[in-house]
């Protein structure tokens, strides 16, 4: 009596060699999303609002600020009972223009208090804070 052959499909090593040619693919993703979908890490607050500038632009280090404060502190957008809806993802010049409107204030008036305003606070809590002298963020180089 001849015993019959079952097959089971492919070989174990068959299926990795064919789902092995995908592997760059998944890796090149699973590197490059999130540069494409991140912030920059360090940025330079150089808004064409702002005009021309009395002192050096300011480098800002997000990375370092995204760690230790709510994002909502910074990307805000108010309504109309001054309720926060967020509004992550969009550069601050997106609202805030070169000028203080009935609506917002100027760029570089939301830049000053947002920054200058929450080193301050930091300082008065006795807890570590970011520079509150125009020379130590508008730094010469």
Not at 26 to 41: D, G, I, K, M, W
Not at 79 to 102: F, V
Not at 116 to 124: A, I, V
Request: include cysteine.
């Amino acid at each position: 009596m001849r015993k019959s052959k079952t097959h089971a499909g492919p070989a174990p090593k068959g299926i990795l060699m064919k789902y092995l040619k995908f592997l760059p693919v998944v890796l090149l993703l699973a590197f490059v999303a999130p540069l494409a979908f991140s912030q920059e890490s360090v940025m330079i607050l150089n808004h064409k609002e702002l005009g021309k500038h009395e002192r050096p632009a300011v480098t800002f280090n997000h990375e370092n600020h995204a760690g230790k404060i709510d994002c909502l502190q910074c990307h805000h957008d108010f309504d109309a009972y001054l309720n926060n809806r967020g509004g992550e993802g969009q550069p601050c010049s997106t609202c805030h223009g070169p000028k203080t409107t009935e609506e917002t204030i100027s760029l570089e008036n939301a830049f000053h208090l947002q920054c200058k305003g929450c080193h301050e606070s930091m300082r008065n809590l006795g807890k570590p804070a970011g520079p509150v002298i125009c020379s130590q963020c508008h730094v010469r180089k």
